[in-house]
């Protein structure tokens, strides 16, 4: 499977410090996305690496990607009580036959303690 | 900004009914898809649709499931008889185009009774 597992499977940090949380895969990708979910909510898309790729930036997220390790990390920078979701990751590949699917990992449940 | 819509937010229903869920997918877009959450679990892919045909489906998507895109705007998932384990939250997606992100809708959360 090209599913993406998270870690750690929960983050507890205070107001104003980083977060990073790591997202590792099985198989060749053509592009990774992270998403978050606030809790009883939808996901929202955060930001889309593609596998030729090795950091992306928007506002206070950097994320990496390093194919080699199959590996991803999402790093949050000054992060706010607002930043409190559940954060998954994605694994993006064609098939093929040509269809693209996207395949989620189990999240990573962040808590910014104000 | 742009949003996809889900139709109910929750649904109620009693083993082996049948529950539509719908979608107004970004009106621009061309790929379409239904996800569901099981409480506390990953998000699990169902299906994906494009040019009026379905292009992908899990194994979760047997023949109790089904997809149509009846008009312009609209994108329905139809469970036939439901069943306790279809307990979930159902989350819509659409994508421009192949490959790029998703825009998911706030989801409808199904209870089987």
């Known amino acids: 499977s090209q599913q993406g597992e998270e870690d750690p499977q929960a983050l507890s940090i205070q107001e104003g410090e980083n977060a990073t949380m790591n997202c590792s895969y099985k198989?060749?990708?053509?592009?990774l996305q992270w998403y978050r979910q606030n809790s009883g909510r939808g996901l929202v898309h955060l930001i889309l690496i593609r596998s030729n790729e090795r950091e992306k930036h928007s506002g206070r997220l950097r994320v990496t990607l390093d194919t080699s390790k199959k590996s991803s990390s999402l790093l949050i920078t000054a992060s706010r009580a607002a930043d409190t979701a559940s954060y998954f990751c994605?694994?993006?590949?064609?098939?093929?036959?040509?269809?693209?699917?996207?395949?989620f990992g189990k999240g990573t449940k962040l808590s910014v303690i104000p | 900004e742009p949003e996809v819509t889900q139709t109910p937010s929750h649904q109620v229903t009693q083993m082996g009914q049948e529950v539509i869920l719908r979608c107004v997918p970004i009106s621009n877009h061309l790929y379409f898809y239904w996800y569901r959450q099981i409480l506390g679990q990953k998000v699990e892919f169902l299906v994906s649709f494009y040019n009026n045909e379905i292009s992908e489906k899990s194994e979760i998507f047997d023949d109790q499931f089904s997809v149509e895109r009846p008009d312009g705007s609209n994108f329905t998932l139809k469970i036939r008889s439901t069943k306790l384990e279809d307990s979930a939250m159902y989350f819509c997606?659409?994508?421009?185009?192949?490959?790029?992100?998703?825009?998911f809708g706030s989801g409808t959360r199904l209870t089987v009774v």
């Open positions: 198989t060749s990708i053509n592009n």
């Open positions: 997606a659409s994508s421009l185009n192949k490959g790029y992100g998703y825009t």
């Open positions: 994605a694994t993006g590949a064609y098939s093929g036959a040509g269809s693209y699917q996207l395949t």
